[in-house]
C-alpha cells in the first residue's frame, strides 16, 4: 500500500493562473520531505528582494508600486542633468580658449574635470585659435593623465613617442593628433612638451 498525504487548499481559488501573482511560502511541514530546502531558499531569497524594494521606496519616497517609474524618472533627470553640465562646460572652454592669445605658437593645458571627448574637442578648439601645437591633459597627478595633442603643421607622433618613454605612457595616433596617457608630474610634463615642441617648430620636423 502507497502512503499517501492528503493537504487541503485553503487558498484563492482562480479560474485561470494569471490571475495570481505571487505565492510567497509562508511555512515548510518537515514531513513533505523532498524539496522543502528548496522551497525555504526560494522563501528567502523574495523575502529579501521584497526588503529591497521597502528600502528603495523609503528612499525615493515613493509607494512600492511606483518604484520602477520613479526611479526611471529619476534616471531621465540624471540623464538630462548630464547634458546640460557638458553643454555648459564646452561653452566655459571655448570662453578660456578665447582669452589665449592667437600670437601663442605652443598651449599646454592641464584641466581635471575633462571627460569623454572633451580633451580631444579642447585640443580642436586650442589649434582652432590659432596654435600651432596644442597639448590637453587630463587627470591629476595622483592618478594620471589622459592625453590629447594636435597640430595642422607639426607631426605630433614625435611628442607621444617621446612623452610615452619619459613617463611610461601608452598611446598614439595620427600625424595631426595623438591621443594616450601616461602619469608623472605636471610641472615636469609641461617643460617636456614645451621642449619638445621648441625642437620641432625650430627644425621644422612634420613640416
Not at 511606483?66 to 564646452?90: P, Y
Not at 615636469?188 to 617648430?201: A, D, H, M, P, T
Amino acid at each position: 500500500m502507497v502512503n499517501t498525504a492528503f493537504v487541503q487548499c485553503a487558498g484563492t481559488n482562480g479560474v485561470d493562473s494569471v490571475l495570481i501573482a505571487h505565492i510567497v511560502v509562508v511555512h515548510v511541514p518537515v514531513y513533505l520531505g523532498f524539496g522543502v530546502e528548496r522551497a525555504k531558499i526560494e522563501h528567502q531569497d523574495y523575502e529579501q528582494k521584497a526588503e529591497s524594494v521597502k528600502k528603495i521606496s523609503v528612499l525615493l519616497s515613493a509607494p512600492e508600486e511606483e518604484v520602477f517609474s520613479e526611479v526611471t524618472r529619476l534616471k531621465q533627470e540624471i540623464s538630462s542633468g548630464k547634458a546640460k553640465v557638458s553643454q555648459l562646460q564646452q561653452k566655459l572652454l571655448v570662453y578660456k580658449v578665447e582669452q589665449i592669445p592667437q600670437s601663442q605658437e605652443v598651449v599646454v593645458w592641464f584641466e581635471e574635470e575633462l571627460e569623454g571627448n572633451a580633451p580631444r574637442e579642447l585640443t580642436n578648439l586650442i589649434i582652432e585659435n590659432g596654435a600651432s601645437i596644442g597639448a590637453v591633459f587630463a587627470g591629476d597627478e595622483k592618478d594620471g593623465y589622459r592625453y590629447v595633442i594636435g597640430s595642422k603643421s607639426c607631426d605630433t607622433r614625435i611628442f607621444s613617442k617621446r612623452l610615452n618613454e619619459k613617463f611610461g605612457g601608452r598611446g598614439g595616433g595620427k600625424p595631426e593628433m595623438v591621443q594616450g596617457s601616461l602619469a608623472g608630474r605636471e610641472e615636469e610634463i609641461r617643460k617636456e612638451v614645451e621642449l619638445c615642441s621648441k625642437e620641432v617648430l625650430d627644425s621644422g620636423f612634420g613640416d
